[in-house]
């Protein structure tokens, strides 16, 4: 059974530092794609960032491009993202998900996604 549980959000004050984990179980990590998916209230899915560790390729939303890291430990099957010079703008429920195909390159689908993490950035 896939699993996907993240981990590390909370509150933090603009200008601040959270990372955010994943834990993933249930499938070949090494061999799939994942991405951070965020959901605000007025500005529903927003995709963050994706991770293509079989290739090492990454990339990102220009909201957070210089801002945040994806990167995954391979070994333990978790996938973090390091998110610096957080704003409000970044406050929202983050969302870790695997993409469906193996090996697969293309931007999605996801077949799995985690319950959600919320990340509060306010003074």
């Known amino acids: 059974e896939v699993q996907l549980v993240e981990s590390g959000g909370g509150l933090v004050q603009p200008g601040g530092s959270l990372r955010l984990s994943c834990a993933a179980s249930g499938f070949t990590f090494d061999d799939y794609a994942m991405s951070w998916v965020r959901q605000t209230p007025g500005k529903g899915l927003e995709w963050v960032s994706s991770i293509y560790s079989f290739i090492s390729v990454t990339y990102y939303a220009d909201s957070v491009k210089g801002r945040f890291t994806i990167s995954t430990d391979n070994a333990k099957k978790m996938v973090y993202l390091q998110m610096n010079s957080l704003k409000s703008a970044d406050t929202a429920v983050y969302y870790c998900?695997?993409?469906?195909?193996?090996?697969?390159?293309?931007?999605?689908?996801?077949?799995?996604w985690g319950k959600g993490t919320l990340v509060t950035v306010s003074s």
């Open positions: 998900a695997k993409h469906s195909w193996e090996k697969g390159i293309t931007a999605g689908p996801y077949d799995y």
